[in-house]
């Protein structure tokens, strides 16, 4: 049974009784509230699915070790690659909307029980045809572009739930907290990734992956957020895609983050320009270019520990500093003169790229209202990542005919437009 039935919201399609969450003013707890950085944390709800989220992200870049190795044996080919990429996050830019919408009609926790356990049917049966002994490229992207199909719903809704479990208050923290998670990912998926493709080769790397949602399902099972938290969701109401775009739109500072969001895609190209800048400009190995990467993280860990401690509500203001403070950075490292120059501004990226993301996320969550919030969500997602693609294919293209370095420095000039031709925007409302 579904809510599309008519049931009360409080109802589930779980039949186990699930303790609801209430938020911390519900309960009257005031050492509940924001005290610190990692103040999120004290809520139960929020640290399991904090511990499980990192698992979840691990799982996922290990699966994205062993399937980027597949296609490699299978074609041979660069661009096979970067269609496998392109194919997985082609949905989330053409669908967010309409996922949005139906998320602001469904419980976003069922929608989430839903989605991740579909990730663990999809890693699975990726599994089962690596076993067989014969899996094949089409193979991989069907399974891909499915994947993508799920994120397209999955990501709105793990936005929206870490809201519902921890309420406004706790937001921001919680909201940079998953920056974190997704750096951490980026430390130790890609490591037991290649241990476990040099040890048992890449079936169990997909193994992993399916199994590390069953981290996040069981807190899905076992914590349900109040009503209050949720807020009122109108199953009854066709679903309005496009209701939250033009809601977003008519909001300058909305308007102006997501912007912002879908012009700071090009600073996630990590496939892309990272490696022309570190192998045909400095002659770096596997290994500068792995240090590139891990500079980024240095930075991107601190900048997310910032955003945490910015307060409740973070500014429209913030959001404009640190998105020119990011421009500029990436024109750094355009201009880089050494390695020393390089690495400490990629450092800097990451940690102004992060706080600014991690920032205009939070204001955009805040300043909706939770009838349109799964919409406007989608919007954020068709931005970031879903833009990616996009952003690739123009940054590459203007890399391989002007240079690495006029690709980053272009890239900077871009994202510092953003925040000085947008300034009185993000300060509005």
């Known amino acids: 049974m579904t809510d599309t039935e008519g049931l009360p919201l409080d109802e589930s399609c779980i039949t186990a009784p699930v303790p609801v969450v209430p938020r911390p003013q519900e309960r009257g707890d005031s050492a509940a509230l924001p005290s610190g950085p990692l103040a999120a944390l004290g809520q139960p709800p929020f640290r399991w699915w904090f511990i499980g989220q990192v698992m979840s992200a691990s799982g996922l870049m290990t699966q994205m070790v062993a ?4 296609v490699l044996q299978i074609t041979g080919s660069g661009l096979a690659l970067a269609l496998l990429s392109g194919i997985a996050l082609l949905p989330v830019m053409v669908l967010g909307l309409w996922a949005g919408s139906v998320i602001d009609h469904r419980e976003t926790r069922t929608v989430l029980l839903v989605t991740q356990s579909v990730f663990t049917a999809l890693s699975l049966l990726l599994f089962a045809l690596i076993e067989a002994g014969g899996v094949r490229y089409w193979e991989i992207l069907v399974i891909s572009a499915a994947t993508g199909l799920v994120n397209a719903f999955d990501m709105p809704a793990r936005q929206i739930y870490v809201q519902e479990l921890v309420g406004p208050d706790l937001l921001a923290g919680a909201v940079s ?3 974190v998670i997704l750096n951490l990912s980026r430390i130790f998926g890609p490591a037991l990734g290649g241990a ?14 399916g199994l590390s949602f069953l981290a996040p399902l069981a807190v899905l099972v076992r914590f349900r957020p109040s009503v209050a938290a949720a807020g009122v969701k109108h199953h009854h109401e066709r679903p309005k895609a496009l209701e939250g775009l033009r809601y977003a739109w008519k909001r300058p500072a909305l308007r102006a983050c997501l912007v912002l969001a879908a012009g700071s895609s090009v600073i996630f190209n990590f496939a892309v320009l990272l490696p022309l800048i570190a192998q045909r400009v400095f002659h770096m190995g596997g290994g500068g270019y792995g240090a590139l990467m891990a500079s980024f993280g240095i930075g991107a860990l601190p900048g997310a520990l910032l955003a945490a401690r910015a307060g409740r509500q973070p500014t429209g203001q913030q959001v404009r500093v640190l998105a020119t403070l990011s421009g500029v950075g990436l024109c750094l490292i355009g201009l880089a003169p050494d390695l020393v120059v390089l690495y400490a501004a990629m450092a800097f990226v990451g940690m102004c790229s992060i706080w600014m993301i991690a920032a205009a996320n939070t204001l955009v969550q805040l300043r909706t209202g939770p009838q349109l919030r799964g919409r406007v969500m989608g919007a954020w997602s068709m931005a970031l990542p879903g833009m990616v693609p996009i952003t690739s294919l123009a940054s590459g293209a203007l890399a391989d005919l002007a240079g690495a370095r006029v690709a980053y420095a272009a890239a900077g000039a871009m994202i510092a437009a953003i925040g000085l031709g947008l300034w009185r925007s993000f300060a509005a409302d």
């Open 196 to 209: 476990l493709l040099a040890a048992s080769g890449p079936a169990a790397c997909i193994l992993v992956n």
């Open 67 to 70: 399937t980027s190795w597949l």
């Open 177 to 179: 907290l998953y920056e």
